[in-house]
């Protein structure tokens, strides 16, 4: 009996297509965890980027340049994590 949980275009995998699908949602775990930590260091950013844009003379702003880096970086880790881990029905963690 075929298991129901699974898409219909799963079922029939070869073994090193499944080993192919397990590493693509894998590496998306992964690209979510880093986007979870990359948003956590960007909120505690914010909290020093506020003063940086206020007292720092011109466009010498590092703190907020690196605020608006990370938020970046979380968004694309986050937006590539979800595509990869697209199908996946069951909850991973390592």
Known sequence: M??????????????????ALDRRRRRGQLFLVI?????????LL?????QDLTYSPGWM????YWNAITFTLALVFAVAGVRLRRGSNEFISY
């Open 2 to 19: 075929a298991n129901t949980l699974l898409p219909i275009y799963e079922r029939t995998l070869t073994p090193d297509e499944v080993e």
């Open 35 to 43: 986007a979870f930590q990359s948003l956590i260091v960007s909120v």
């Open 46 to 50: 914010t909290l020093w980027s506020g």
């Open 61 to 64: 702003h590092p703190i907020a």
